[in-house]
C-alpha cells in the first residue's frame, strides 16, 4: 500500500484545514487508517484513527471535538477535517496503514504502511 498525505498549510488560529491521505496498491487488505503527528523536539503521537470495515473511530484527547476523520465511499482515500485550529497543533501530519487486524484499541494497533508526511503550521 503507498500513501499520500496532502492539504497541510499555514493557518491562523481558529482556522480549519482538511487533510487527505489518498491510499493505493492493496487497498482491499486496508483494515485501518490513522493520522499522527510529529512537532519539531517532539515524539511523534497519535491523533486518530478509523476503523476501515466498521467505520467507527478512536480521537486523542488532544483533537476531540475539533478534528473528524473520515473516509470515502470506495475506501481509497481518508480526511481528517481540523477545526479550530491552535498553535499547538503545529506539526508534520502523517497518515498510516494496518493491513492487519489486531485485538487493540485502535490508537494502539501497529501501522506498517506510511506517508511522507504534511507540514500543518498554526500561527497565533
Known amino acids: 500500500v503507498q500513501l499520500q498525505a496532502s492539504g497541510g498549510g499555514l493557518v491562523q488560529a481558529g482556522g480549519s484545514l482538511r487533510l487527505s491521505c489518498a491510499a493505493s496498491?492493496?487497498?482491499?487488505?486496508?483494515?485501518?487508517m490513522s493520522w499522527f503527528r510529529q512537532a519539531p523536539g517532539k515524539d511523534r503521537e497519535f491523533v486518530t484513527a478509523?476503523?476501515?470495515?466498521?467505520?467507527?473511530?478512536s480521537y486523542a484527547d488532544s483533537g476531540k471535538g475539533r478534528f473528524t476523520i473520515s473516509r470515502d465511499n470506495a475506501k481509497t482515500t481518508m480526511y481528517l477535517q481540523m477545526n479550530s485550529l491552535k498553535p499547538d497543533d503545529t506539526a508534520v501530519y502523517y497518515c498510516?496503514?494496518?493491513?492487519?487486524?489486531?485485538?487493540?484499541?485502535?490508537?494502539?494497533?501497529?501501522?506498517?504502511?506510511w506517508g511522507q508526511g504534511t507540514q500543518v503550521t498554526v500561527s497565533s
Open positions: 498510516a496503514a494496518a493491513l492487519i487486524r489486531q485485538v487493540a484499541p485502535l490508537e494502539n494497533w501497529r501501522y506498517a504502511y
Open positions: 496498491g492493496r487497498t482491499r487488505g486496508i483494515d485501518a
Open positions: 478509523i476503523d476501515w470495515r466498521s467505520g467507527s473511530t
